[in-house]
């Protein structure tokens, strides 16, 4: 990759760097092929929403990415967020368009902490008369 744009995408316990450059459609995740990495139905579709959102075709540019921890669902919203951003440096005038389908939002939600005298985080033990 010669000349690319950086977007860091995180979700949950996941971080995704991903780099966007133009090019022949190259799609690699962690040195996998994209499609063999995110075997989920309907994941690949969802992590190319924002190259559909600036109507882009996803198989002009190569996209590398490196994602780390969390879970599937965590590490495709995560690549997701990190695409809408390298496109966002890319163009800034597909800002509008990225933002109106809510793919510049970071997801915030995260696990909650276990608190002490509780089996999780909000459940409690069984109350017992005696």
């Known amino acids: 990759m010669a000349q690319y744009f950086e977007g860091i995408g ?12 133009p090019g022949s459609g190259k799609f690699t995740v962690n040195e996998k092929d994209a499609p063999a990495f995110f075997t989920r139905l309907g994941d690949m579709e969802d992590i190319l929403r924002p190259f559909g959102a600036v109507g882009q075709e996803a198989g002009k540019y190569d996209v590398s990415v490196v994602v780390n921890g969390g879970g599937v669902s965590g590490q495709v919203e995560s ?13 800034a005038g597909w800002t509008a368009a990225l933002r109106k389908k809510g793919l510049l939002t970071r997801d915030a939600r995260v696990k909650e902490r276990k608190k002490p005298g509780l089996k999780k985080a909000r459940k409690a033990p069984t109350y017992t008369k005696r």
């Open 79 to 91: 690549v997701r967020l990190g695409i809408a951003r390298a496109l966002q440096l890319m163009d």
């Open 10 to 21: 995180r979700r949950k316990e996941s971080v995704a760097r991903v780099r966007v450059a």
